[in-house]
């Protein structure tokens, strides 16, 4: 009986089987084609703008940027990022660090560290958020001010942060990230370059495994984990040719959270961050962009390869867990809350192509990926799949991938050069290879299990994710934190001009 029943459902298995290996040629085809585009993109970015005296060329005409710093719970890491945020070589801007009713000693930590005071400002509430408590800011014109709120999510705290901001653009930064010195000026070099720029985005690298001194990257290196380990490879591929492809074709619809450049009048008229969501950055690039379709008005949307954002990831699968599920769950937000997008008669390729890509691929394909494993497991439990069948799923499942991943590789080996010791390339050759066994397949069910989060929690409010933070990276900066008060308060004097 038990034969039977796996002879009846073999068509449905062989089927579901073929179009396993159909989805796998298609999404490595185009990921492939975003890889050549991405290329050619590398290679001119860096013949335009790789030379440094360009950026001071324009520092006359850089305007000034509003850097927005949500915090919930991040004592630990939150005075290396703002001194990080601190010695970045840019003419005028300010750090607005927004406190979203931390438990720990997160407001206070700042407070310390940067000399701050409560400061009786007027409060603009342009867009709606929880209540504002207090404003803190560093006398003599500093540029750092604390904003300390009631807790309303990362969303909320964006807008009460906006509300604040007293510059044409703002930058979001997370508060366990530093950018290197230029990243700003080369985030903002889009919006000097075309005046259609609304938001632009840079690169994620991965935090773990370097070294950090007086707020500044020291010396990069990999992780020593095997998880965070995988992530960097990820990194790479999701950046440096998954972004940058879609970026010349202005169908970008992904600018990552943790760094990223927005006009902010265009963001305040397209209602500002939504509340009720877990993926706010998402979802407001997305927006910005059915909203543009909608008025018809020119823009752009760019992604720089060379702006980088250090970031810690997660280091155990808990954490992992949560955060990868969080992000699916954003993606199936941003993409059915803004569904008028695709195929819209002016849509545009990210209306026509991106949109359709991202619903198709990157939102519901984890199912077709599971599925898919599954079915192939059964045939072959079975003796039902031949051999020429196996290795033709072998090469579009891992093959490709291992492709793909190898090619990430090298665009950073010829373009950026971070890693520049044999040993630590050859590790990440090894990661690409052994990343296909295993990882990615646990990512597509983790994506999975993001979606049925989705589903189950459709129409409720969203909520901070949590992530267990090792932070040995920032070790000695939280060490050091009560001898550098003073040294760090005379830092944020040093330009008064910042916060005009």
């Given amino acids: ?255 990552s959270g943790a760094f990223g450049v927005f006009y902010k009048e265009r963001v305040i008229a397209a209602g500002g961050y939504r509340r009720d969501l877990v993926g706010e950055d998402m979802e407001m690039v997305v927006r910005l962009h059915n909203q543009m379709r909608e008025e018809k008005r020119p823009y752009r949307i760019a992604f720089v390869p060379d702006p980088i954002c250090w970031t810690e990831v997660p280091s155990d699968l808990r954490s992992l867990y949560s955060q990868r599920a969080r992000w699916q769950q954003g993606l199936a937000e941003s993409l059915f809350g803004n569904w008028r997008l695709m195929f819209r008669r002016n849509g545009g390729i990210a209306g026509w192509v991106a949109f359709p890509f991202m619903l198709l691929f990157e939102c519901l394909g984890p199912l077709v990926e599971v599925v898919g494993y599954a079915a192939v497991i059964i045939l072959g439990l079975a003796g039902m799949l031949s051999m020429q069948a196996f290795f033709v799923f072998l090469f579009a499942s891992v093959g490709l991938g291992i492709l793909l991943s190898v090619n990430a590789m090298m665009l950073e080996e010829i373009s950026f050069h971070l890693y520049p010791r044999f040993s630590q390339q050859f590790k990440l050759f090894l990661v690409a290879i052994l990343e296909n066994f295993g990882y990615r397949q646990m990512m597509s069910l983790i994506r999975v299990m993001g979606l049925l989060r989705w589903l189950r929690y459709l129409g409720r409010p969203a909520r901070w994710g949590h992530m267990r933070r090792k932070g040995d990276w920032h070790e000695a900066e939280h060490r050091k934190l009560g001898a550098s008060a003073t040294a760090a308060n005379d830092a944020a004097r040093s330009t008064p001009e910042g916060t005009r």
């Avoid at 002879?7 to 890889?35: D, H, K, R, S, T």
């Avoid at 990257?217 to 440096?240: C, G, W």
């Fill in 1 to 255: 009986m038990r034969g039977f029943d796996l002879l009846a459902l073999a068509p449905m298995l062989e089927a579901l089987q073929w179009a396993f290996l159909l989805y796998f040629v298609c999404i490595n085809a185009v990921y492939l084609g975003l890889n050549f585009v991405a290329m050619f993109g590398i290679l001119r970015h860096i013949r335009e703008h790789g030379a440094g005296f360009r950026i001071r060329n324009y520092a006359e005409y850089q305007p000034p940027v509003s850097i927005l710093v949500p915090a919930y719970n991040e004592e630990k890491t939150i005075v290396a990022t703002v001194r990080s945020l601190l010695r970045l070589n840019y003419p005028s801007f300010e750090v607005v660090v927004i406190n979203d009713g931390s438990t720990d000693g997160t407001c206070q930590a700042v407070i310390d560290a940067f000399g701050l005071v409560e400061f009786p400002e007027a409060y603009r509430a342009r867009l709606k958020t929880a209540p504002v408590r207090r404003i803190f800011a560093a006398p003599g014109h500093g540029r750092v001010r604390l904003v300390d709120k009631d807790n309303g999510g990362k969303a909320d705290s964006l807008n009460a942060g906006i509300n604040t901001a007293r510059s044409p653009l703002f930058c979001v930064v997370d508060a366990d990230s530093i950018l290197q010195p230029d990243s700003l000026a080369r985030a903002v070099q889009p919006f000097l370059e075309d005046a259609r720029m609304i938001a632009a985005g840079g690169v994620i690298r991965i935090v773990n495994g370097c070294k950090v001194k007086d707020g500044l990257l020291s010396e990069v290196d990999l992780p020593s984990k095997l998880l965070p380990l995988m992530q960097v490879i990820e990194y790479l591929r999701a950046f440096l040719f998954g972004r940058l492809g879609w970026s010349p074709l202005n169908a970008l619809l992904i600018i």
